[in-house]
Nanobody, 128 residues
Framework: QVSLVESGGGSVQSGGSLRLSCETG?????????LAWFRQAPGAEREGVAA?????????IYADFVKGRFTISLDNSKNTLYLQMNSLKPEDTAMYYC???????????????????WGPGTQVTVSS
């Protein structure tokens, strides 16, 4: 288990932008870990948005529905994960969660079942 705290959510109009942050416990940044963003809309399953590897494996993956609009990134100096969200749509409205998993990069990095550590979430609401 690692410490994860999301921030940066809010309400924007369609076409707007938000940047989410996830502050993490420091120990993982010296090991093989990967971090991900998930989202969950009311009444829907939690779904993977994007994932990225810490360390040398260089893993990076996006869900098809955010490709070209969202960018996941890391700031090792701040132990922080980001999700830059541009061209937001009403269907992007959801609670957004940060998740972490120790180990080498996996092609299942957008699978909810791969992760044991989760933050409390931050709400994103996009109005039309």
């Amino acid at each position: 288990q690692v410490s994860l705290v999301e921030s940066g959510g809010g309400s924007v109009q369609s076409g707007g932008s938000l940047r989410l942050s996830c502050e993490t416990g420091g120990n993982m940044w010296k090991k093989n870990y990967y971090l991900a963003w998930f989202r969950q809309a009311p009444g829907a399953e939690r779904e993977g948005v994007a994932a990225i590897a810490i360390g040398s494996s260089g893993g990076l993956i996006y869900a098809d529905f955010v490709k070209g609009r969202f960018t996941i990134s890391l700031d090792n100096s701040k132990n922080t994960l980001y999700l830059q969200m541009n061209s937001l749509k009403p269907e992007d409205t959801a609670m957004y969660y940060c998740a972490a998993k120790g180990g080498l990069w996996s092609p299942t990095a957008l699978s909810r079942s791969a992760y044991a550590s989760w933050g409390p979430g931050t709400q994103v609401t996009v109005s039309s």
